[in-house]
């Protein structure tokens, strides 16, 4: 394995003022380190299927592609899970959807997961645990989803090795975990892969409304993040325009700001949606005395689901400006 001087980089919130955030801001993260390219590329579609397939990646170029754009979001560290690190993106992919190749194998009756396989392996220095290899599972459901692509692309230009070349799994909504880089197999399951980064990892309890549940690391939590104004500079003269983005497995549907610490929130503007990329808010702050503000954003979704004010990977986000 090779490791990157970007691995688990983190882009500041105040660098991602673009919709779509160029390739060199966007985030990498991996466990083991990058894995050596195989030559040939040995993708495998088996388990509960009606005719196990071997694509070579010039058959996968014959199949129709799709591009969409949408948010990209790493849930931070497995071990600190109610850490929020706001490792976030919104990235343009292409590739094939993965439902063309699970119907050209036929998806047996009782397959209800689908696990999928990267080629890297190794040793996960956190814990020390060795691993064969990264396996994550998505429910069939989603994976069905047309959004779901075997993408050979990133921001209109081959997939850097980095962020998973020649082949990666992108599941718009799910966190980035669940995107595995370097695919070399996909498998239909009756039950979910009993994994390393899937049963051992990648649980939350905190979740779950007992507290012990183990609630799956898959859709994403409503989160945002402030760009501007970034606490790094004082404060330019008011009306200052406080903007960022907003986005979650579900649309966003509200997007409140304070200036005051959450004393106070007001309705901030709010895009629509477009596919599953991230939505841009913004508030026009007139009211600006002088001295420290703690500005907060925080989103809710669709269904009533709202960040936290804290103890959560999407727990409110805040940033401490100088007026
Ligand atoms: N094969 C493989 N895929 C992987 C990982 C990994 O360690 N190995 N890390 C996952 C995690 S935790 C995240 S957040 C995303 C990061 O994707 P990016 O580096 O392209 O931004 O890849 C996911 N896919
Ligand atoms: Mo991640």
Redesign the pocket.
Known sequence: MKVSRRFNSTTPAHELAEFQTPSEKVFV?YHMGVPERLDPWPLEIGGRVEKPLRLSLAALEALPKVELCAFHE???SPLRPTVPVR?VANVVWRGVPLKTVLDMAGVARDATHVWARGADSGLYPPTGARLNAYVKDLPLEKALDEQVLLATEMNGAPLLEEHGAPLRLVVPGF???NSVKWLTEVRLERSRADSYFTTTLYNDRHASPDGKTRVPVWAVAPNSLIVAPSGAEPLPAAPIEIFGWAWGAAEIARVEVSVDGGNTWRDAELQRRRGAAWQRFSLAWRDVAPGEHRILSRATDAKGACQPAGGARNEVFGVTVRH
């Open positions: 993260v790493c849930a931070g490792r966190y980035g975990t």
